[in-house]
């Protein structure tokens, strides 16, 4: 893996260096406070502005703070017009612009383009606090506030739309929002090693839209650089040529993908482009891509190096003050609720789950802290933190049990240009190893005042079945009620367009799940979430899923539909109807079909909520349809009855954005599940102290989730 400076090795002598300030400021007065004229970086933010390492604005904040720099943070202004842009005044060196945690589209609209009236992220669940597509609108109210300053974009709005993407919520190719935008420079992914150098270099004087060569960063171009050679992958009617990643002057060597314009008129193209841009993710062989919008270039160089162990901890212990600002008083945000009593302990993904933006965002290189900073944080929540009473929500990161787990040689996985570490198998190059993580447990258990640590953080079962003493260790001392796992299918096809495990592994796992609760003597259950819709899937998956459902006595109590995305390989599939995780061709690629009408996606979600009467009718007419009218009785063995209860009816709908008709079920935030009837009163999720599913925010930067 290529080395990169110590994200610390700027950090000026701390006798110069400014003390941290108690909160960020969000006014003047508390600039007068500081003593300060000017910020040096205002971030702007589609989020309320809590102090944590949860969330990207405290990061950023925080550690450009520690390389001396004075920042302000402008917290889910109103974007009417440009004067609450100027509260703090004009920054001296750029604007950080972030949508938030979230991407503001996700976060206005269901998968169902229904309008959402609450946001986890703004105080009191309020809606309607950020606008759509926060990172332009942002950006325009930044240029008018004061339209010299330079403005950089980051967060996972931008990242997840760094090129030309498919937006569900317009059914229309988008441009890359850094061309939308206008901003001077877009930070994708880990954002720190990135934030850290163009601030260094603008108080050098250099202007964000000159620093071509940051990792991690987009910039636009006119041409090509001198010293590059360019592979045209613009075409699969006639390309150059593959060209190795490891060849000659490869570090020199951009890609162009087809350009936004012939992604917006073939689909084809842009299941292609898709293919290319996910194949050149590994920092280690990555080359820089280039995709034509206009007569301009989206120049992305190659993502950012992964973040070191002591680079991790140095992140996490600087002064976050671990709550929200004191100017939302009481104000209850159900985000922070969610995670005040939880840590991070990791960040990225391997899975490679072709409908999730964690792997695109964060990488799939783990980046793990050291006990020490874990205990530390531990120890905050403990001494710091209000209202705790002894239990930690959840201890985990995007997969709660990558804790420390990488390939097990490092030139190999320079080299590797997979999209996943364990599918369709395990790789045999991967540690799985799960001591450390048993260990760390066992540490943070004896922490003094810490009653309980809950596991609350999606666990990747296939992995954990080769770790018998970690599975003991996690169902006696860290599992509640109930667990949550995702299998999120029971088909062959759909689970191999997810690229997720079969359900032999699940089977494995809950038989060690259950025979550790025994001799644990705890009555817990496993709960399975699924999503509907999702790309290859047909109704009779759907069928046969609802079969397991019932003769395993789950019942769906929230249904997650799938959500086309921005830039993920799933919505690839959505929109192309062309599977991008093998050769893509005109004459020969593997077709995927999707559910896309508001019929069939209905159909999808009923299947899931098999034993809603309301459900009923839609599923006695498909299952006529599909010829499993032996599916319709009163019997065990029926999925559903003949007769309609008084009252039960097909639910309602209404009209959604552009006069479309979208159901009006809540579609919901998670695919919690409930268990079989015997669930003990009263009995949470483990560590989610009986709030909605799916809420916990990622820890970012200026990334997002």
């Not at 931008?158 to 850094?178: C, G, N, P």
């Not at 890609?255 to 292609?272: C, G, I, M, N």
Request: aromatic fraction near 6%; proline fraction near 8%.
């Amino acid at each position: 893996m290529l080395a990169a400076p110590n994200l610390f090795a700027h950090r000026p002598d701390r006798s110069v260096r400014p003390k941290a300030a108690p909160f960020l400021p969000m006014s003047r007065a508390e600039m007068d406070r500081l003593g300060w004229d000017q910020c040096d970086v205002i971030v702007v933010t589609g989020d309320a502005y809590i102090d944590h390492p949860s969330f990207g604005m405290a990061i950023i904040g925080r550690l450009l703070e520690s390389q001396g720099l004075r920042v302000g943070i402008i917290a889910q202004p109103d974007w009417s017009s440009a004067e609450p842009f100027k509260i703090l005044g004009k920054p001296r060196l750029f604007w950080g612009v972030t949508g938030g945690n979230m991407d503001s589209m996700v976060n206005h609209y269901t998968a169902d383009r229904r309008l959402r009236h609450n946001d986890s992220y703004t105080p009191n669940d309020e809606g309607g606090k950020r606008p759509d597509r926060a990172v332009i609108v942002y950006s325009q109210r930044c240029r008018e506030a004061f339209k010299d300053v330079p403005i950089v974009l980051g967060g996972i709005e931008a990242s997840l739309r760094r090129i030309a993407q498919y937006d569900h919520w317009s059914e229309k190719i988008r441009r890359s929002v850094l061309v939308d935008s206008k901003a001077d420079m877009l930070v994708y992914g880990n954002a720190e090693r990135a934030i850290i150098e163009i601030a260094q270099r603008a108080l050098k004087g250099e202007s964000p839209k000159a620093m071509t060569d940051i990792r991690g960063t987009a910039i636009m171009r006119s041409s090509l650089p001198e010293g590059w050679t360019v592979v045209d992958s613009s075409s699969i009617d006639d390309p150059s040529g593959p060209v190795s990643p490891r060849a000659a002057g490869a570090d020199r060597m951009a890609v162009r993908l087809p350009s936004f314009e012939q992604v917006t008129a073939d689909k084809v193209l842009y299941a292609h482009a898709s293919r290319v841009l996910h194949q050149e993710s590994n920092p280690g062989n990555a080359r820089a891509l280039v995709q034509r919008h206009g007569d301009r270039d989206v120049w992305l160089n190659p993502p950012p190096i992964p973040l070191e162990t002591n680079e991790m901890d140095g992140v996490y212990d600087l002064p976050y003050a671990r709550a929200p600002h004191p100017s939302y008083g009481d104000a209850r945000i159900p985000a922070w609720e969610m995670i005040r009593f939880s840590v991070n302990i990791m960040r990225g993904c391997f899975g490679g789950c072709s409908f999730c933006s964690i792997t695109e965002h964060e990488g799939r290189i783990i980046q793990s802290r050291s006990e020490g900073s874990i205990l530390r944080e531990i120890e905050h929540i403990r001494d710091k933190t209000k209202g705790f009473t002894g239990v930690i929500s959840d201890m985990g990161g995007p997969t709660a049990n990558m804790y420390r787990l990488a390939c097990k040689d490092k030139e190999t996985e320079s080299v590797c240009r997979r999209p996943s570490c364990v599918f369709p198998d395990i790789c045999k190059n991967l540690n799985t190893d799960h001591s450390s993580l048993v260990q760390l447990y066992r540490k943070a258990r004896a922490v003094p005042g810490v009653k309980k640590i809950h596991i609350a953080s999606g666990l990747r079962y296939d992995l954990a079945v080769r770790n018998p003493e970690y599975v003991k260790e996690l169902v006696t001392h860290h599992v509640g009620g109930y667990l949550k796992i995702a299998p999120e299918h029971t088909e062959p096809g759909p689970l191999a367009k997810m690229m997720k495990p079969g359900m032999g592994a699940y089977d494995e796992f809950k038989r060690m799940f259950d025979k550790a609760a025994k001799e644990a003597g705890k009555k817990l259950y496993l709960i399975p979430y699924f999503i509907a819709a999702h790309p290859g899937t047909t109704d009779e998956d759907m069928m046969n899923l609802a079969l397991w459902l019932k003769r395993n006595g789950f019942k769906a109590d929230q249904v997650q539909t799938f959500l086309p995305s921005p830039m993920s390989l799933a919505t690839a599939m959505y929109h192309s109807e062309r599977n991008p995780l093998r050769p893509v061709r005109r004459v020969g690629s593997e077709m995927v079909s999707s559910a896309k009408g508001l019929k069939q996606r209905r159909l999808h979600k009923a299947f899931l909520r098999y034993h809603d009467p309301e459900n009923w009718p839609i599923l006695r007419e498909a299952l006529k349809r599909m010829g499993r009218e032996d599916l319709i009785g009163p019997g065990e063995e029926h999925l559903i009855p003949a007769w309609q209860p008084v009252g039960a009816t097909a639910k309602p709908r209404e009209k959604g954005p552009k006069g479309k008709t979208f159901l009006t079920q809540q579609a919901g935030q998670g695919r919690r599940v409930v268990p079989p009837v015997g669930k003990p009163p009263g009995a949470k999720p483990a560590g989610a102290g009986g709030k909605p599913a799916g809420m916990k925010p990622r820890q970012t930067n200026l990334k997002g989730r």
